[in-house]
């Protein structure tokens, strides 16, 4: 399995990918919105981006998943904060998102050798789902991909993911899993009482890592690192090659 984070109008993927159309490719959301002043990549590269990753989603409809991040859904959503917003841009990539919907989730899971592997964007907090409990319900590790999948499609969504804590400038007690910084992560207390996740790994981007090396822990995988990753058969998170 490929996994992608966040591309901001990076190209690293294309080579990830190369070849290896046949095998599963995940890409875990925000195409669009570079880092103009940190990496010289303009606003207008990561509307190309987003076209051409859902042209080869639409090539290899079977293989590859496309999740949707913080800066894609500010395109779609008056819930959900800008940053970096393409104002020149916007009714393009508005359209692209809208016209494509249906390619795109929230969350994805896996089971490999026994073990439940958990995606989304930023990753899910405990907090924030039970903030949102009148939306989604009684979440369990068994069914909180689906619950957020169906909740995104049929749009009753948005106003939850917008949600953003106090480590990203926010007031909400968690913020949303495509907003929750990682920080949020690594200071979440996890016991036996936890309503979530003793016994599920989760792999996420959003926080960009500047050293390009992942935070890798128990529990989860932060991964935004401007390179792709393998998840191999046996369940390991290696720098894909």
Known sequence: MIIIPDVHGRDFWKSAVAGREDEEILFLGDYVDPYPSLEGIEPWEGMLSLMEIIKFKKQH????????GNHDLS?????????????RNCEIIQKAILDNISLFKIAHEKTIAGKQFIFTHAGILPQW??????ILGQVKP??????????????????????????RGGYHEAA??????VHE???????PNAMLYLDVYQIFGH???????????????????????SLNEKGELEVKR
């Open 61 to 68: 409809p079977d293989n590859v998943t496309l999740l949707l």
């Open 75 to 87: 395109y779609v959503s008056m819930y959900l904060p800008k940053c970096r917003y393409d104002y």
């Open 129 to 134: 789902l039970q903030e949102n409990e009148m």
């Open 142 to 167: 068994d069914n909180v991909v689906d619950i957020l999948n169906t909740a995104f499609s049929a749009g009753h969504l948005y106003e939850a993911l917008g949600q953003v804590s106090v480590y």
């Open 176 to 181: 949303s899993c495509v907003w929750a910084d």
């Open 185 to 191: 992560h690594l200071n979440y207390i996890y016991s």
């Open 207 to 229: 926080t960009l890592q500047l050293s390009e090396r992942p935070i890798i822990t128990e529990h989860f995988a932060c991964i935004d690192c401007r390179k792709a990753f």
